[in-house]
């Protein structure tokens, strides 16, 4: 039997897409520390299968236990996009994170941002309009893996939005 990892993971409240967050790996912080944006109360999250908006709190991340050497994971990326608010005289930046498959471009990170629903806001409350400038993508932390729906078998994305678009209704 393989040794189990230890793995923080935020739940999308949509589709129940479990997304790992990767380990922080910065000077003066220990190894298994998980990432959390700096100074901030909340995480804003835009789900790469259902394109739902949450914002979740650091109480609401779960520890899940997973092999060690699980083949069946597909590797992928944690990312933070940032838009500039272009509500006139307000200039705050509109922050979201997401994840996608371990090799997507950054567009196709700002693309997840830019389908979620409801629309991301700045902390003035300004929506993000279709006319907001990107102002920086980024990979956050290492690699991380997509894990497998709770019975073990990996869902396909059919299988996830059919389950997400029956919740809404």
Same mark, same amino acid.
């Given at each position: 039997?393989? =040794?189990?990892h230890r793995l923080h993971v &935020?739940?999308? =409240?949509? !589709? @129940?897409?479990?997304?790992? &967050? +990767?380990?922080?790996?910065? +000077? #003066?912080?220990?190894?298994?520390?998980?990432?959390?944006?700096?100074?901030?109360?909340?995480?804003?999250?835009?789900?790469?299968? !259902?394109?739902? $908006?949450?914002?979740?709190?650091?109480?609401?991340?779960?520890? @899940?236990? %997973? @092999?060690?050497?699980?083949?069946?994971?597909?590797?992928?990326?944690?990312?933070? %996009?940032?838009?500039?608010?272009?509500? @006139?005289?307000? #200039?705050?930046?509109?922050?979201?994170?997401?994840?996608?498959?371990? *090799?997507?471009? +950054? *567009?196709?990170?700002?693309?997840?941002?830019?389908?979620?629903?409801?629309?991301? /806001?700045?902390?003035? #409350?300004? +929506? $993000?309009? *279709?006319?907001?400038?990107?102002?920086?993508?980024?990979?956050?932390?290492?690699?991380?893996?997509?894990?497998?729906?709770?019975?073990?078998?990996?869902?396909?994305?059919?299988? /996830?939005?059919?389950?997400?678009?029956?919740?809404?209704?």
């Amino acid at each position: 039997m393989s =040794p189990m990892h230890r793995l923080h993971v &935020l739940v999308c =409240p949509n !589709c @129940e897409e479990r997304i790992v &967050l +990767p380990h922080r790996n910065l +000077p #003066g912080t220990l190894g298994g520390q998980y990432y959390w944006p700096t100074n901030a109360l909340t995480l804003t999250l835009a789900c790469p299968y !259902c394109a739902h $908006l949450s914002e979740h709190k650091e109480s609401g991340i779960r520890l @899940e236990g %997973v @092999e060690a050497e699980a083949p069946n994971l597909p590797p992928s990326v944690f990312w933070q %996009v940032a838009f500039a608010c272009d509500q @006139e005289n307000c #200039g705050l930046l509109i922050v979201v994170h997401t994840r996608t498959e371990a *090799d997507a471009l +950054p *567009d196709e990170a700002a693309s997840v941002v830019w389908r979620a629903r409801p629309k991301a /806001r700045c902390a003035k #409350g300004h +929506p $993000l309009s *279709d006319n907001a400038m990107v102002d920086q993508v980024q990979k956050v932390g290492g690699r991380t893996h997509r894990l497998l729906s709770q019975d073990g078998e990996q869902d396909s994305r059919n299988q /996830r939005c059919n389950r997400a678009k029956a919740l809404v209704v």
